[in-house]
């Protein structure tokens, strides 16, 4: 009867262990998510400013990012300097 009490016990003290880690893990998810929201409309405000300054926003595609990049920073160079393309 002692050993099924202790089994009992230890069984109750992981489930408790267990639960706190999933509650860690629900916080941290949270947090990303928070993050994550914050940041995408970060980028909705970025997108808009391009836009009204009649700058391209590019695709997702990773090679039409770096060529948006390298014309963006060529763009703000020129205007900076008051170079015409």
């Excluded at 893990?25 to 995408?40: A, G, M, P, S, W």
């Excluded at 409309?41 to 090679?63: C, F, G, S, T, Y």
Aim: hydrophobic share 35%; charged share 40%.
């Amino acid at each position: 009867m002692i050993a099924l009490t202790t089994r009992l016990n230890e069984r109750d003290e992981t489930i408790i262990q267990l639960q706190e880690e999933l509650e860690a893990y629900d916080r941290i998810h949270r947090e990303t998510e928070e993050v994550l929201d914050v940041k995408d409309k970060r980028i909705i405000e970025l997108e808009q400013a391009l836009r009204e300054n009649h700058i391209p926003v590019p695709k997702d595609k990773r090679e039409d990012l770096v060529y948006f990049t390298k014309r963006l920073v060529c763009q703000i160079y020129c205007r900076i300097y008051k170079i015409q393309l």
